[in-house]
């Protein structure tokens, strides 16, 4: 996918090598290891947040010490487009209202345009026209 954007180098680099570190660059890894790159704290976690013997996320990595609020937030919108994860009981802090609401809210709309291309295609192709409409 072209034009991606990236938080800051280090966000870009982490997620191209963590693609290759998994030798996978399907839609699940690519919005997956995007969100994980948001933030320096994630980015030094990802241990705690991602079984790369077994190839999956790490659901407990929720609870480390390390976590903050915002933290939190990336971790369940990477979890939830891995593989619709939410913590049973917790579900209300895996909605749009909970998750967005802090500083890493524009970096998510293009973890969500990653995990799903063949939708958010059409948003690129339609959205310079509704623009035009509206001049």
Not at 59 to 72: K, V
Not at 99 to 123: H, M, V
């Amino acid at each position: 996918m072209e034009n991606i954007q990236f938080a800051d180098k280090e966000h870009k680099a982490f997620y191209y090598k963590m693609l290759t570190k998994t030798h996978n660059d399907d839609a699940y890894h690519r919005a997956f290891f995007y969100a994980m790159g948001i933030c320096a704290e994630t980015r030094r976690n990802i241990n705690s947040l991602f079984d790369f013997k077994n190839g999956g996320i790490n659901p407990y990595g929720l609870s480390a010490p390390w976590q903050t609020g915002s933290t939190r937030r990336l971790c369940r919108l990477a979890f939830n487009l891995w593989n619709g994860f939410s913590e049973e009981g917790k579900e209300q802090y895996s909605t749009p209202y909970e998750l967005f609401d802090c500083s890493f809210a524009p970096y998510f709309f293009e973890a969500i345009r990653l995990r799903y291309p063949e939708y958010c295609r059409s948003i690129e192709r339609i959205a310079p026209r509704l623009s035009d409409k509206a001049r």
